[in-house]
């Protein structure tokens, strides 16, 4: 019998349990005890809910609180001395790490105050994690057992698992050296490293484990030779140390054939691919096992909610046992399936045609069973008669086809994609037009969403208040950012996004071709959570989307306005795209309704529109290639052709966040104004790749994910070394990010300290000119 094995299964319950816990954890409305007790029911309601839908290898040590890669820098005591020194609780530490952390001093406890470390994009996902951050001074070794607490925990359920942990090569490359040890480089870690995984891998299988799953998905990007090499020097301690469990070596996202010789001859008892995207890759990998060696099979896709199609999935499944014999197949999810929703089964406004093309992580489990028992010769004729149903009713679907988008899109020239005059021209316009200070202030745009909005919101959302009624409370949300900001002296206001459940999903739900989801979250970073729309089918915009708001905002003040749009490639990225269409032609079409959007905006009288592009950066595919070449030019056309339909005293701006920007990528966008997140970029080299950027810049001065308050000092130093090498006359000052995670008091105090230290800045420079 062929066994199926699930990588991986969502952690933050079937109601979002785990957010709102933890949430309240740091409050302090509720206990440690009572935080621990959630995440063991979620564990157990998913290896439970696993286990019945006849998954043979489950995961465990797939929950975290935060994130799984800071799991395993607490884990390993890869805790820097700034944050080790306050003595906090293992958790305290961790979410310190996570989140940053700023205490008042008590009676018995002394005072916290330290930032979070770094949050990266988890490759090409919207997921984020913990970067891990080494120094010389770290000093490896186990501090506790989670992975081991855990498999006992199912074990005690009855249930076996495979414990995961992502692999010692990841961990370190994803990593980086803290700004006391910037000569460090990760890699030479490793042998430090090794011993502390043999032993947790020792205690797993005294426990009782038979096997790990090691994740190694920097596997699929281009590595030098000497990360490639490691993986040999890694593997081979571990397969030295007797009594381990067996492990498996598991990839995803990508292809692995460039860096085969990587891993051909590791003595590791299978491998995991992801065949889901890369279904090529199986005559290669298959060709460098051994004899013993296990190969599983990803062809349940991890990343995106589309029914399996049983037949295609079962030929690859069936290919691979040719080669290499049924006792050595295991059927599995491509990934782990934490970027997938929860249960198709909760969404109860879905149309019924739409939602049969669906299949949500709880669905996912049965498909891996049901093929796994097909390609082992049982008899699942009803269940793929049923899939093979739902597949060709989507593929003959009319839902997904509207000519008049595709013939827009083939009608796209190369006029609509530049702006009328080069950025010096429009320059010189804009500055007669806004006659803006030095220093420019500004936000990125959405200000606290409270809780008074999301209920608000939610009570629209039901009906329980009149869209007029909803309306007066947004304008008056409105009303407060305006004047909060005339007050401390922003120079370039925002209405503060206060409208928007999030910055995709609600244009999302505005565009025809989407359709979208009422409990379809996904983990983005930590607690927060998205609703990813899903694209169905040709995208077009029937109306304007963000007008009303804006022009209000500008109704009620004297000082330009900010409108804030979402870019098409983040509204492509963010969301579920379309399998049966490339992505290319899916960013024209948002293209094209966004255009008309800017154009509108413009047209109403908001004549600085900020196009966002946060995940301009995920979409890079992730190696260096003709792909990527491709993505490059069809982002940024993209891109051009949403903001180029307006005249050059239109200013543009556009906004990047979460991911290290190559400052060319940038450029392509010929967006006046971009502001990029900085604050926590502590090597002086990241700036000077920008410093030959023509356009305008603000680098984000402060961490928008943490409470912590910057002082106006402290904003003061950011700003001096930054003047060390980059002109002032190009610098604009701004956060990070957007402030909707924020609470109103640390928000109010960290942007007047900000204005403050611009207006000093001004001050100094001014007199100087
Ligand atoms: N899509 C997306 N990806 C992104 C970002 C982003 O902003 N959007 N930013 C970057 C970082 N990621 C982020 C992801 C999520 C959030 C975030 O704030 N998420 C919110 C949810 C936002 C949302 O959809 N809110 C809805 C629903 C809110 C809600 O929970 N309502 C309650 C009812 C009201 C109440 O009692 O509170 C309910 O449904 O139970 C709304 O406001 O309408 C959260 O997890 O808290 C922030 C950053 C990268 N990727
Ligand atoms: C993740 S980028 C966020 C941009 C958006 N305009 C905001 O301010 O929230
Ligand atoms: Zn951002």
Redesign the pocket.
Known sequence: MVQSSVLGFPRIGANREL?KTTEAYWQGKVSVEELFKVGKEIREHNWKLQKQAGVDVIASNDFSFYDQVLDLSLLFNAIPERYAKYNLSPIDTFFAMGRGLQKKATETEAAVDVTALEMVKWFDS?Y?YVRPTFSHSTQFKLNGQKPVDEFLEAKALGIQTRPVLVGPLSYLTLGKADKDSLDLEPLSLLEKLLPVYAEILKKLADAGATSVQLDEPVLVLDLDEKTQAAFKTAYDFLASQSGLPAITLATYFGTVVPNLGAIKDLPVAGFHFDFARNPEQLDEVASILNDNQTLSVGVVDGRNIWKNDFAKSSAIVQKAIEKVGKDRVVVATSSSLLHTPVDLESEKKLNPEIKDWFSFATQKLAEVAVIAKNVSGEDVSAELEANAKSVSTRASSNITNNEAVQKRVQSIDEKMSRRLSPFPERLAVQEKAFKLPLFPTTTIGSFP?T?DI??N??KFVKGTITAEEYEKFINAEIETVIRFQEEIGIDILVHGEPER?????YFGEQIDGYTFTTNGWVQ??G??????PIIVGDLSRPKPMSVKESVYAQSITTKPCKGMLTGPVTCLR?SFPRDDVDQKTQALQLALALRDEVNDLDAAGIKIIQVDE?ALREGLPLRAGQDRSDYLKWAAESFRIATSGVGNETQIHSHFC?SDLDPNHIKALDADVVSIEYSKKDDPKYISEFLDYPNHIGLGLFDIHSPRIPSTEEFKAKIEKILESYPAEKFWVNPDCGL??RGWAETKESLTHMVEAAKFFREKYGAKK
């Not at 459940?501 to 999903?505: F, S």
């Not at 607690?527 to 990813?532: A, E, G, H, L, Q």
């Open positions: 957010k919207n984020h969403q809780k999301r209920i919101r939610n459940n999030d910055m995709v999903q983005s970073y607690s927060r959570y998205v609703r990813p963010w946060p979460y909707k995670t």
